[in-house]
C-alpha cells in the first residue's frame, strides 16, 4: 500500500470529500468537514483508516496533508462556511506543516478564523509542548482546533484544555449509546466545553431521535447521514447555492 501512495496525488487518485454540519437550533448548514478520499486505478476505494497510518508512518502524509488543507481553505474561500481539516499528530510533530499553514494562510489572505484544524488520534502526541506552541501560534491567526472523536479511543477531556482547543466533536459511538453511562459523558463534556467557551459538535447523526438527543444535551452543531452524506466539493457548491 506504501508504494501504492507514492505520486497518488499525481496521479489524481487523492480527492477532498466534505460533509456538511448543521447549527442544531437553525438546521441551516454552517460548515463543513474535509474528508480525505484514496480511488486507486486497480484497487478501486481504500478507507481512510487502512490508508492514513500507512501514509503516517512512510511521510506521505506530509504531502496528502497540505493538499487536503488547501482543499479546505478553497472551499472557506468560496463559501460563507466554516471548514475542518483533519490533522494527525504526525504532522504536528513536523513544524514544517504549521508553519507551511501560517504563510499559506498570510498569503492567500484567507480568512483563518472559519478554518479549524481537527486534531485525529494516529499516533501520540510525544512532544506536546512543541505541538502547543505550533498550535497556538496558528490559534493566534484565528486557527480553531478541534478534539476529535470524543468518546472513542484516546480523546479526553484533558487533551481538549492542554490543547487549547476551540472544539469538540463527540464521537458517534458516544451519541448512539443510549446507556446512563454514556448520557452522563456526554453531558459532563458539553458542560466543560461550554464553561470554557469551546464549540461541541455531535458526530455520527442518523436519526431524528439522535438529533433531538444532542440538541436537549445542548451540542451546538450536528453531522451525519441524517443531513448529508460526504459529497465531492462540486456537489458542496451545488447543496450551498440551493439553500
Not at 480527492?15 to 442544531?24: G, H
Not at 481512510?48 to 503516517?56: L, R, S
Not at 459511538?173 to 453511562?181: G, K, N
Request: glycine share 8%; hydrophobic share 45%.
Amino acid at each position: 500500500m506504501s508504494r501504492g501512495l507514492e505520486h497518488a496525488l499525481d496521479r489524481g487518485e487523492i480527492s477532498a470529500w466534505f460533509q456538511p454540519q448543521i447549527d442544531v437550533l437553525t438546521g441551516r448548514i454552517v460548515a463543513a468537514e474535509a474528508l480525505c478520499r484514496w480511488n486507486h486505478s486497480d484497487w478501486g476505494a481504500i478507507a481512510p483508516q487502512d490508508f492514513i497510518p500507512v501514509a503516517e508512518e512512510d511521510g506521505t502524509i506530509a504531502e496528502i496533508g497540505r493538499f487536503m488543507a488547501v482543499q479546505a481553505l478553497e472551499v472557506m474561500a468560496g463559501s460563507s462556511i466554516d471548514v475542518s481539516v483533519n490533522v494527525s499528530p504526525a504532522q504536528l510533530h513536523d513544524s514544517g506543516f504549521t508553519s507551511w499553514l501560517e504563510q499559506f494562510i498570510g498569503r492567500a489572505r484567507r480568512r483563518a478564523r472559519r478554518l479549524t484544524l481537527e486534531i485525529t488520534e494516529g499516533r501520540h502526541i510525544v512532544d506536546a509542548p512543541a505541538v502547543i506552541a505550533r498550535l497556538d501560534r496558528l490559534r493566534r491567526i484565528g486557527v480553531g482546533i478541534a478534539i476529535d472523536d470524543f468518546g472513542a479511543g484516546e480523546a479526553s477531556l484533558t487533551q481538549l484544555k492542554r490543547l487549547h482547543a476551540t472544539e469538540l466533536k463527540l464521537d458517534r459511538a458516544l451519541v448512539i449509546d443510549d446507556s446512563r453511562a454514556a448520557t452522563a459523558v456526554m453531558a459532563q463534556a458539553v458542560d466543560v466545553a461550554h464553561d470554557a467557551g469551546v464549540r461541541v459538535v455531535a458526530e455520527g447523526i442518523e436519526t431524528v431521535e439522535q438529533l433531538e438527543k444532542v440538541t436537549s444535551m445542548g451540542c451546538d452543531r450536528a453531522q451525519g447521514y441524517l443531513f448529508a452524506r460526504p459529497m465531492p466539493r462540486a456537489q458542496l457548491a451545488r447543496v450551498l447555492r440551493s439553500r
